[in-house]
Every structure is written in structure tokens, then in C-alpha cells.
């Protein structure tokens, strides 16, 4: 809770917690994660310049110093608090707000001057959120009949996953590699990470997928899915599997600058 100029007892939003947690711990990935992961899913009230026209939007730009920049707040009084009198907005996923925005050159100001999860993203975050919510891993689907050691995967493919998983710390436990049969004879391979840390699919299956194209075999090869520890199918999967054990973090390290890693997200300005 906290209280505003005024003395009001003013509630916090899971968006502030999630902020709070990665102010906390602003070198922890996982955490960073969880944070994007409740802006892109949670509803966001994005101020306009003008009632809405049907599906034609005018967002309301400020132009500021470093480039310009739409507001969006995670509660509608939250936008009324800043504009100080009715104001026309849109009630839009977080999603629809960044994929909207990127390659736009603006930015995203977020509950500016009203809550403790104020910020702004500058444009090269909105992008890296936006490729990273347009590439979704392929789920494990009934069409899997066994599984069984992963022979005959290129030697290169080994060495580009095993590289690429070591660089994805904390983002899972571990990952099992496996050679699969599937319904009407086909056969391939799947890699199948355990206890992913929340939100982190899509940055896990973006590492395979880079580790696929440096590799030069077609990422259509190889399936992606997720479980838990606890899932029977995880058990199975250790029998024959090869197992990678990713690194988990000890202590707070320095991250690269936002944005210009495409493994890791952006870190909270």
C-alpha cells in the first residue's frame, strides 16, 4: 500500500510488485522476466488523442527530449489521476500496446507521475518484446508415439545447443534432447526443457532456434516443448535422453545493454 499526496491509500497493482521484485534483484533474468511477461499480458489504458473511431486509434504523443513517447497506464484512474479530468483512452492488452508501437520510433511511458512501476520503454525495448512475443514455441502434442536416444543429429547441432543453452541462466532447470516417433512413421527430435522459469518459453525457444541457424540445419527438425519436474513424461525423458543442465545464477552479474541481446531481456531502467 501506499498513499498518495493527498494521504489516500492508494492499492498496488501486480505490474508495481513484479516492477518492485526486479528493482529488487536487477540482475536476476528470470524476475525480469516475469515482469514483461505481466506488462504484455495484463490490460493496459492507453491515452488518446481523440475518441477512438471504430478500430482507428490516435494515440496522443508527447515528444520529449529523447524521442517521443505514448502513456499508457495499468489502471483507468491511474489515467485519470494524470490528466486530471476525463480524458479519452483505449483498454488494450499489453501485447497489442508494444506490437502496435514497435518500429514506430516512439516510446512507451508507463504510469508516469502515479505509481511506483512509472518508466519509460525506449523504442528498442518495445521491439525486442515484440519479436519476442511473435515467436512461440511448438507445443508437445498426442502426435509423439515414443522416444529414444538422439542419435544422428549433427555433431554441430550438439555444439551450437549446448553453447547457447549455457548462456540462458536460470531461465530452466534443465533440458533433455531426444530422438522421437510419431504417429504415421516419422521420426525426429525434440528438446524438452524442465521447470522453465515463468514467461521464459518464448526466450528458450528464440535460443534454439539461433542455435539451429548457426548450425545449418532447419529449425523445423527439432521441437521445442516445456514440462515439469513432476510430469511423468520428464522421467521417461531422462531415461534416454541427453541431458543439458543449465546454469543458475550464484550472485548478481553485470547484463549486456538492453536490447542488444536477443537471449536476454532488456534490463528495468
Partial sequence: MASDATGAIMTETP???AHAATEAAPDDIPTRLRYYARLTEGEL????EREATGDQLDPKVFDLEDG???LAFDREDRLTEFTGLAAPYAALPGRAVVEMLAGSNMGLGLNLGVAPSARVFPPE???WLAETLSERPEELENRVTAFHAPRGLPEA???AL???LARMEGLAALAYLVGTDYEGGQKGFMLAFVDAAPGAESALARAVQGALGFSGVDAGQLDVTFLAADDTRAAELARVGLRFDLP???KPTESKAPGLDPDAPPRLK
Fill in 15 to 17: 505490474l508495481d510488485h
Fill in 45 to 48: 489504458f492507453l491515452l488518446l
Fill in 68 to 70: 517521443p513517447i505514448v
Fill in 125 to 127: 525495448i518495445l521491439t
Fill in 157 to 159: 547441432v550438439l555444439t
Fill in 162 to 164: 549446448d553453447a547457447r
Fill in 248 to 250: 543458475q545464477p550464484a
